[in-house]
């Protein structure tokens, strides 16, 4: 089949919301409609376990799932559906970040009793920075929550969106009656009885036919008349290039647990989601078009078992089509790669394929070539964009424990830099290593990983600091930074590429800083914008 063909078909998307609004039951739901599981409980495994912090064996457990389930395809519709899993932990808050950059579009779901939550607002202020397509899904509401116009307000305004109902609830909790799906115009009843299934499918496309008030009772019916009115006249109408350009939001209700309002999420995730899009690399726009492969690495996956040092590097496919066995060419270390065996990954499964598309994702079987964002191409000198190092939140000094075996834990700390499990920076004035993550988690992963993995021992050492920095002097021969960098010689570091990095130990000396070095320009980024 040609390319274009297959990039018709693609659409590679995430899913992101705070824990427990329904990201798991959700993602099931749409693959039992793909047919690509057989029953409920499949994904479930893939949640770090709420208070797991000290149990190894679940963090190992952990990941060993997260390999089968860090892309889960299945063809729906003659569509092939490519979800990216996004850990849903804070304390991996920056994996989901780096996933973010291989997805064409995205699906918030927000829990309708909470509302929007912390991790939803970070999550989706970085898909409204790149513009990424947002379907809006409204989860639980066969329990009370709030109302829906006011769950809309606070979506515009917490998220920063332009929401448009594309589905209205017939009440909720107790009352919940059903949903009007104003993208197809009919009304799917729910009954309380059966809680599993769509009871009926209405088509009305007239509301002041009778059978709404037969079907719902009158008075929800007069309800639903006057929503609908008001969300005629509150909200813009969907229009899909406002969508596909990050303008506009759809937003859906239902109840994943129950089914409810899924397949219309999906059926309209079709119909509108984006296939494969361009993407910028520091060189050019590419398009998925082009013929010439390229792609890039999001995500690095150790592997499970300690014997075999070999780990599987995520790769995004932009544009052209990857084969076995074809030489590809990797732009940072300038070497030309063949792969014999590329994963292509299905619900559960991973199996060895020829031939990928842009859109799909390949696991490439790596013996430490691969760093997140190295870019893969056939030839031509291009680097992909990767998401920024945003400043850690916890740093630790890390130690040697085990004298005899430095080298091991060299390289042990250097291969999680590149799976990107933690970010690493090295003091100017001793060369002390310290250690910056997203989670306390993190450090017992890494404690754990270096000792089973590479048989070297760590300890760690409280290292007060605030924010971590990036350093972009005016003009590095200017007094005032030579200054800088005498006066805060304690507080600077190197992180890994070898930019110069800033360790404030508050935000009032970090403000000070700020204040006294004007030409010194401190980023929260590690990326010039
Ligand atoms: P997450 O991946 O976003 O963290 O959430 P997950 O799907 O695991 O859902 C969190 C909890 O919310 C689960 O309950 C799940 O069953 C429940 N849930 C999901 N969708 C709905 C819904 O539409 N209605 C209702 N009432 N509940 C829903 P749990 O008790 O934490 O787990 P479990 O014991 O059910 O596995």
């Known amino acids: 089949m040609s390319l274009s063909k297959e990039l018709q078909k693609r659409r590679t998307f995430g899913i992101i919301s705070h824990p427990d609004a329904g990201k798991t039951t959700l993602t099931e739901k749409l693959l039992l409609f793909g047919g690509a599981i057989q029953e409920a409980g499949a994904v479930k495994n893939n949640k770090i376990k709420k208070g797991a912090t000290s149990d190894f064996m679940e963090i190992e457990r952990q990941r060993g799932i997260s390999v089968a389930t860090s892309v889960l395809a299945f063809y729906y519709r003659d569509k092939k559906i ?61 329990r009370e929550g709030k109302d829906a116009f006011d769950l809309l307000d606070e979506v515009e305004q917490k998220l920063g969106l332009t929401v448009t109902p594309m589905s209205f609830p017939i009440g909720m909790g107790y009352e919940f009656k059903g949903i009007y799906n104003l993208y197809e115009q009919n009304i799917n009843l729910f009954s309380g009885n059966s809680k599993t299934n769509i009871e009926d499918t209405i088509s009305i496309t007239d509301l002041n036919d009778s059978i709404l008030d037969q079907s719902v009772g009158e008075k929800s019916a007069n309800d639903l008349r006057e929503n ?111 792969f014999s065996s590329p994963n292509a990954f299905f619900a559960e499964k991973k199996e060895i394929i020829d031939i990928s598309y842009p859109g799909d994702i390949v696991g490439l079987h790596d013996t430490g070539n691969f760093k997140i964002g190295d870019t893969l191409t056939e030839g031509e000198d291009l680097h992909y964009k990767g998401i920024p190092s945003f400043s850690p939140e916890h740093f630790r000094y890390i130690n040697n424990a085990d004298p005899m075996k430095s080298k091991q834990l060299e390289k042990g700390i250097d291969q999680l830099m590149d799976e990107g499990v933690a970010q690493l920076f090295t003091l100017e004035l001793n060369g002390r290593k310290v250690i910056g993550t997203v989670g306390a988690l993190q450090y017992e992963v890494i404690q754990y990983r270096l000792e089973h993995e590479y048989g070297a021992k760590c300890s760690y050492e409280n290292f007060p600091i605030h924010k971590a920095c990036w350093v972009d002097p005016e003009n590095e021969k200017s007094e005032e930074f030579k200054e800088f960098k005498r006066v805060k010689a304690k507080f600077l570091a190197k992180d890994k590429k070898g930019q110069l990095v800033f360790l404030a130990d508050s935000s009032f000396s970090l403000q000070m800083t700020q204040d006294k070095y004007k030409s010194v320009k401190l980023r929260f980024t590690s990326e010039k914008e």
Do not use: W
């Not at 995205?106 to 920075?129: F, H, N, P, W, Y």
């Open 82 to 142: 490519n979800i990216l899993d996004t850990p849903g932990h804070k304390d991996f808050a920056e994996d989901t970040f780096r996933t973010l950059t291989a997805v064409d579009s995205v699906i918030v779901v927000i829990d309708v009793a909470k509302g929007v939550e912390e991790q939803t607002e970070k999550l989706v202020s970085v898909c409204r920075m790149r513009n990424i397509p947002m379907i809006v899904f409204i989860n639980k509401l066969d």
């Open 228 to 338: 609908l009115e008001l969300v005629d006249g509150v909200y813009p109408s969907f229009d899909k290039e406002a969508y596909l350009s990050g303008e506009l939001q759809p937003v859906f209700f239902g109840s994943a647990l129950n089914n409810f309002g899924v397949r219309e999420l999906l059926d309209c995730f079709i119909d509108i989601a984006p296939t494969p899009r361009p993407k910028k690399a520091e060189e050019r726009l590419v398009n998925p078009q082009e013929e010439k492969l390229s792609g890039f690495v999001f995500k690095i996956h150790a592997n499970m078992d300690p014997k075999h040092r070999d780990r599987l590097a995520f790769v995004k496919i932009v544009s052209g089509t990857f084969e076995r066995n074809k030489p590809y060419f990797h732009t940072r270390i300038k070497k030309n790669l063949k």
